[in-house]
Protein backbone atom coordinates (compact mmCIF):
# COMPACT_ATOMS: atom_id res chain seq x y z
CA UNK A 1 0.00 0.00 0.00
CA UNK A 2 1.38 3.66 -0.84
CA UNK A 3 2.33 5.97 1.57
CA UNK A 4 3.55 8.93 1.63
CA UNK A 5 5.26 11.55 4.16
CA UNK A 6 5.62 15.13 3.46
CA UNK A 7 8.24 17.24 5.36
CA UNK A 8 10.13 20.71 4.52
CA UNK A 9 7.58 22.84 6.62
CA UNK A 10 8.20 25.76 8.83
CA UNK A 11 7.75 28.99 9.55
CA UNK A 12 9.17 31.98 6.87
CA UNK A 13 8.86 35.93 6.56
CA UNK A 14 7.22 37.11 3.80
CA UNK A 15 9.20 36.86 0.39
CA UNK A 16 10.56 33.72 1.67
CA UNK A 17 11.33 30.15 0.66
CA UNK A 18 10.00 26.98 1.04
CA UNK A 19 10.69 23.58 -0.06
CA UNK A 20 8.54 20.83 0.57
CA UNK A 21 9.24 17.15 -0.02
CA UNK A 22 6.49 14.38 -0.43
CA UNK A 23 8.57 10.90 0.34
CA UNK A 24 6.80 7.75 -0.87
CA UNK A 25 6.98 4.30 0.39
CA UNK A 26 5.12 1.04 0.36
CA UNK A 27 4.17 0.84 -3.45
CA UNK A 28 5.45 1.69 -7.30
CA UNK A 29 5.82 5.61 -7.40
CA UNK A 30 6.84 5.65 -10.69
CA UNK A 31 3.36 4.86 -12.54
CA UNK A 32 1.52 7.46 -9.94
CA UNK A 33 0.37 11.10 -10.20
CA UNK A 34 1.19 13.04 -6.94
CA UNK A 35 -0.82 16.40 -6.09
CA UNK A 36 -0.47 18.70 -3.60
CA UNK A 37 -3.44 20.60 -1.79
CA UNK A 38 -3.54 22.74 1.40
CA UNK A 39 -5.82 23.78 4.60
CA UNK A 40 -5.73 26.63 6.27
CA UNK A 41 -7.82 26.82 9.36
CA UNK A 42 -11.50 27.52 9.17
CA UNK A 43 -11.06 27.49 5.00
CA UNK A 44 -12.02 24.75 2.52
CA UNK A 45 -9.44 22.10 1.52
CA UNK A 46 -7.60 23.81 -1.89
CA UNK A 47 -5.72 22.31 -4.43
CA UNK A 48 -1.97 24.17 -5.16
CA UNK A 49 -0.29 21.76 -7.72
CA UNK A 50 -0.19 18.20 -9.61
CA UNK A 51 2.84 16.35 -11.24
CA UNK A 52 1.98 13.52 -13.64
CA UNK A 53 4.05 10.04 -12.88
CA UNK A 54 6.35 11.20 -16.17
CA UNK A 55 6.76 15.00 -14.93
CA UNK A 56 5.02 15.33 -18.64
CA UNK A 57 2.10 17.53 -17.17
CA UNK A 58 2.36 19.58 -14.36
CA UNK A 59 -0.65 22.18 -13.18
CA UNK A 60 -0.95 25.11 -10.14
CA UNK A 61 -3.51 27.21 -9.01
CA UNK A 62 -3.79 30.35 -9.89
CA UNK A 63 -2.91 31.61 -6.32
CA UNK A 64 0.34 29.48 -6.82
CA UNK A 65 1.36 29.81 -10.36
CA UNK A 66 4.49 31.44 -11.06
CA UNK A 67 5.79 31.55 -7.32
CA UNK A 68 5.52 27.51 -7.07
CA UNK A 69 7.55 24.81 -8.60
CA UNK A 70 6.67 21.35 -8.21
CA UNK A 71 8.99 18.54 -9.66
CA UNK A 72 9.59 14.68 -8.72
CA UNK A 73 13.03 12.54 -8.63
CA UNK A 74 11.39 8.84 -9.37
CA UNK A 75 14.54 7.67 -8.27
CA UNK A 76 14.83 9.01 -4.70
CA UNK A 77 10.40 8.50 -4.51
CA UNK A 78 10.14 12.16 -3.84
CA UNK A 79 8.26 14.99 -5.28
CA UNK A 80 9.29 18.63 -4.29
CA UNK A 81 7.02 21.63 -4.05
CA UNK A 82 9.10 24.79 -3.83
CA UNK A 83 7.64 27.52 -2.92
CA UNK A 84 9.16 31.09 -3.56
CA UNK A 85 7.82 34.36 -2.34
CA UNK A 86 5.70 33.10 -0.14
CA UNK A 87 2.71 34.83 1.16
CA UNK A 88 0.90 35.10 4.64
CA UNK A 89 -2.44 33.32 2.84
CA UNK A 90 -0.05 31.04 1.75
CA UNK A 91 0.04 29.48 5.65
CA UNK A 92 -1.81 26.23 5.59
CA UNK A 93 -1.23 22.51 6.40
CA UNK A 94 0.39 21.34 2.59
CA UNK A 95 -0.40 17.46 2.11
CA UNK A 96 0.41 14.93 -0.98
CA UNK A 97 -1.80 13.10 -2.49
CA UNK A 98 -2.26 9.95 -5.29
CA UNK A 99 -3.98 11.69 -7.75
CA UNK A 100 -5.91 9.99 -10.70
CA UNK A 101 -5.53 12.79 -13.27
CA UNK A 102 -3.96 16.43 -12.99
CA UNK A 103 -6.09 18.66 -13.32
CA UNK A 104 -6.69 21.79 -11.27
CA UNK A 105 -9.75 22.76 -9.99
CA UNK A 106 -12.23 22.85 -6.90
CA UNK A 107 -10.75 20.58 -4.75
CA UNK A 108 -12.96 17.23 -4.63
CA UNK A 109 -12.11 14.60 -1.93
CA UNK A 110 -12.77 11.86 -4.65
CA UNK A 111 -9.83 13.21 -6.75
CA UNK A 112 -7.12 12.38 -3.77
CA UNK A 113 -5.87 9.18 -2.11
CA UNK A 114 -3.38 7.76 0.28
CA UNK A 115 -2.09 11.67 1.61
CA UNK A 116 0.04 11.70 4.76
CA UNK A 117 -0.19 13.50 8.04
CA UNK A 118 0.80 17.03 6.16
CA UNK A 119 3.77 19.67 7.31
CA UNK A 120 2.70 22.97 8.62
CA UNK A 121 3.62 26.21 6.63
CA UNK A 122 3.82 29.51 8.34
CA UNK A 123 4.68 32.73 6.76
CA UNK A 124 4.59 35.44 9.19
CA UNK A 125 6.65 38.33 9.78
Known amino acids: QLQLAESGGGLVQPGGSLRLSCTAS????????IGWFRQAPGKEREAVSC????????TYNRAVKGRFTISRNNFRNTVYLQMDNLKPEDTAVYYC??????????????????WGQGTQVTVSM
Open 51 to 58: ISSSSTVT
Open 26 to 33: GASFDDIH
Open 97 to 114: ARRSGCNIGPFRPADYSD
